[in-house]
C-alpha cells in the first residue's frame, strides 16, 4: 500500500489537493458540539430509564408533563415519587407547587392532575412501590445537574459560534439562532462544515458528505438509488434536524417537505430531500461569505408571492 500511495503521488500528485486542516477555533467548537451531543445522548437514555421505570409502578406520573426530563417534571419526582406520596395532591397544591417552580406550560393545574388520574393504576405492591420511588428519585437526581450542563454547553456553543467569522453566516437561517434540545438549529452544522472553503468545492460534495444525497447504482441496464451510509453523520445529523426545524419557521422549506411526503415519502426520506435543497443555499451563502437572504431565495420568493 505505501509503494502504491507513493506512486500515485509520483504520476498524479498534480491533482490531489493538500489536505489543510480547520482552525483551532472550528476545531473547539467541534469539540464543544460532540461532547455536548454525548450528553444529550446520556440524558435520552436516563430519560427513557425512567420513563419505563414509572410505567411499572406509578404510569401518571411520566403523563403529567410532556418531557420526564424537563425540570419541573424532575421536580415532581422529587417531591411526588410514588403513588401515595401524590394521593392528597389537589389542584390548590398543585398549583402553589407549580408556582414555585416557576412553571411557564400553558396547562392549568386542573388539566395537570387529570392526566394521573387518567393514568391506568401501577402493578406494584406498595413496598415495592416505595423501592422503585426510590429509584425513580435518584434517576431525576442525575438528570437534573446533567440537563444544567447541557444549557450550560449550548450557551457555550452560541457564544462561540457568534465569535466566528462564518457565525453570521449559519445564525442568518431559520430557526438557528439558539440550540434546541437535541442539535436543532444551524449553529452545529458549522463545527462540522469548518471554514476550509476548498474542502468542498462543489454543493454536491457538500450533500455527498451531509449524506443527504442518495448513492446511484448502476451496471448494465440496471440502476438503483440507495440510502447514503458513508458520511459525516454528525453533519447529516445537524443539518436533517435543522431542516425539520425550519419548516415551521420558512414557508418554501415547509412546501419542499410536504411534497415530498404527498409523492409517498416517509417523513425521514422527505427531511433529507429538504436537507439537500437547504444544502443548496447553504454552500452558495458558506462559499461567498454572506448571510442567508430570503429576498433573494428564488425559490422562496415564489412561494411567498
Request: aromatic share 6%; proline share 7%; with cysteine.
Amino acid at each position: 500500500m505505501p509503494f502504491m500511495l507513493a506512486d500515485v503521488l509520483r504520476a498524479d500528485g498534480h491533482r490531489c489537493r493538500p489536505l489543510r486542516p480547520a482552525s483551532a477555533e472550528i476545531r473547539a467548537l467541534r469539540a464543544l458540539v460532540r461532547g455536548r451531543d454525548d450528553l444529550v445522548r446520556q440524558r435520552l437514555a436516563l430519560a427513557n430509564q425512567l420513563r419505563s421505570l414509572l410505567d411499572g409502578f406509578w404510569p401518571g406520573a411520566a403523563a403529567i408533563f410532556a418531557d420526564i426530563s424537563s425540570p419541573i417534571a424532575l421536580a415532581f419526582l422529587r417531591r411526588y415519587p410514588t403513588p401515595d406520596s401524590a394521593a392528597r395532591l389537589g389542584t390548590k397544591r398543585l398549583a402553589s407547587f407549580l408556582a414555585q417552580h416557576s412553571y411557564r406550560g400553558r396547562r392549568t393545574p386542573a388539566e395537570l392532575l387529570a392526566r394521573p388520574r387518567a393514568a391506568p393504576n401501577g402493578l406494584a405492591s406498595e413496598p415495592e412501590a416505595e423501592a422503585k420511588g426510590e429509584l425513580a428519585r435518584a434517576r431525576a437526581a442525575l438528570l437534573e445537574p446533567l440537563g444544567a450542563e447541557i444549557a450550560r454547553l449550548s450557551a457555550c456553543i452560541e457564544h462561540a459560534v457568534a465569535e466566528l467569522p462564518d457565525g453570521q453566516t449559519v445564525m442568518s437561517f431559520p430557526r438557528a439562532g439558539r440550540i434546541c434540545a437535541a442539535v436543532g438549529s444551524m449553529l452545529p452544522t458549522l463545527a462540522e462544515l469548518g471554514d476550509v472553503r476548498e474542502r468542498f468545492p462543489t454543493e454536491d460534495q457538500l450533500a455527498a458528505e451531509a449524506g443527504v444525497a442518495p448513492v446511484t447504482h448502476a451496471s448494465g441496464k440496471s440502476r438503483g438509488v440507495a440510502f447514503r451510509w458513508a458520511c459525516n453523520k454528525n453533519l447529516r445529523a445537524a443539518i436533517t434536524t435543522f431542516a425539520d426545524n425550519s419548516r415551521h419557521a420558512s414557508p418554501w422549506a415547509a412546501t419542499v417537505c410536504r411534497s415530498a411526503r404527498e409523492r409517498g415519502c416517509k417523513h425521514p426520506h422527505a427531511i433529507r430531500i429538504l436537507a439537500r435543497a437547504w444544502v443548496r443555499v447553504l454552500w452558495k451563502a458558506w462559499q461567498d461569505r454572506q448571510t442567508y437572504n430570503p429576498a433573494q431565495h428564488t425559490a422562496a420568493t415564489k412561494i411567498a408571492a
